[in-house]
């Protein structure tokens, strides 16, 4: 694990204690910041995570740490099961293609049921919201997740939505860089028109073609992992070759 890893989980860490309230434990900031500096890339894919190194730059002991990265095996962000320890965990092409499988089927479902009771309070917040989540497309904490909490309403179909929350945390990292390379434009508010109109059709429609066209930006990401892994390999078998 590199010195930049470290300095983005001290960074994280010293943000989620200034917005923390003081009744969030210490595991809670350590588990928030870790996830962070996964998601935001700071670790490379297939990268050891070091207990010691990270609760050494978090100011914490290794207790807090191991905790943390049980959660986030359970996130599907970390794999505890590697040789090496705790790792950034890789997926495969097959893998994103299931879990946007699934979260196609599972967000058109929950547009419907939402859809058929929302009111104009929601959909006044939702096209606050919709404003947020342009204005800060890039961030980790932001206005998205909850855009899609109202969207899906999260309120009378709480497990529906936990479970699509689940799916896109598994991919976060890949969606995160994926939306460093686009911009949206106004997707959101175009989402927000048609369920406003009732337009149920319509709704459906921008909710596939947007997951359509996050798939691929992702499955993009993944080709591009998985070659420079193999260059990685072809010049450390050249290399210990050379050495022979």
Same mark, same amino acid.
């Given at each position: 694990?590199?010195?930049?890893?470290?300095?983005?989980?001290?960074?994280?860490?010293?943000?989620?204690?200034?917005?923390?309230?003081?009744?969030?434990?210490?595991?809670?900031? !350590?588990?928030?910041?870790?996830?962070?500096?996964?998601?935001?890339?700071?670790?490379?894919?297939?990268?050891?995570?070091?207990?010691?190194?990270?609760?050494?730059?978090?100011? !914490?002991?290794?207790?807090?740490?191991?905790?943390?990265?049980?959660?986030?095996?359970?996130?599907?962000?970390?794999?505890?099961?590697?040789?090496?320890?705790?790792?950034?965990?890789?997926?495969?092409?097959?893998?994103?293609?299931?879990?946007?499988?699934?979260?196609?089927?599972?967000?058109?479902? &929950?547009?419907?049921?939402?859809?058929?009771?929302?009111?104009?309070?929601?959909?006044?917040?939702?096209?606050?919201?919709?404003?947020?989540?342009?204005?800060?497309?890039?961030?980790?904490?932001?206005?998205?997740?909850?855009?899609?909490?109202?969207?899906?309403?999260?309120?009378?179909?709480?497990?529906?939505?936990?479970?699509?929350?689940?799916?896109?945390?598994?991919?976060?990292?890949?969606?995160?860089?994926?939306?460093?390379?686009?911009?949206?434009?106004?997707?959101?508010?175009?989402?927000?028109?048609?369920?406003? &109109?009732?337009?149920?059709?319509?709704?459906?429609?921008?909710?596939?073609?947007?997951?359509?066209?996050?798939?691929?930006?992702?499955?993009?990401?993944?080709?591009?992992?998985?070659?420079?892994?193999?260059?990685?390999?072809?010049?450390?078998?050249?290399?210990?070759?050379?050495?022979?």
């Amino acid at each position: 694990m590199d010195s930049h890893g470290a300095q983005a989980v001290r960074e994280a860490m010293t943000r989620h204690r200034a917005r923390a309230h003081r009744s969030v434990s210490l595991g809670a900031l !350590v588990y928030q910041s870790l996830r962070e500096a996964v998601l935001t890339g700071a670790f490379r894919p297939g990268e050891p995570l070091r207990q010691e190194v990270l609760a050494l730059a978090l100011g !914490v002991s290794r207790v807090p740490v191991r905790s943390a990265f049980i959660q986030l095996e359970a996130d599907g962000l970390i794999d505890l099961t590697d040789p090496r320890g705790a790792v950034v965990r890789t997926h495969s092409a097959r893998e994103a293609r299931e879990n946007y499988e699934m979260r196609e089927l599972l967000e058109v479902h &929950a547009l419907r049921r939402s859809m058929a009771t929302m009111t104009p309070a929601r959909i006044a917040r939702l096209r606050l919201l919709s404003a947020e989540a342009d204005a800060q497309r890039t961030t980790v904490v932001d206005a998205r997740s909850e855009f899609y909490r109202e969207l899906f309403d999260a309120e009378n179909n709480p497990g529906l939505v936990e479970m699509l929350e689940l799916l896109r945390m598994r991919l976060g990292r890949y969606i995160i860089g994926w939306r460093f390379k686009h911009d949206h434009g106004h997707a959101h508010d175009r989402l927000v028109d048609a369920v406003e &109109a009732g337009d149920e059709e319509l709704a459906v429609q921008l909710v596939r073609a947007h997951l359509a066209e996050v798939i691929e930006g992702i499955l993009a990401i993944i080709a591009e992992e998985e070659r420079a892994a193999a260059l990685t390999r072809d010049l450390h078998q050249v290399s210990g070759g050379g050495q022979r």
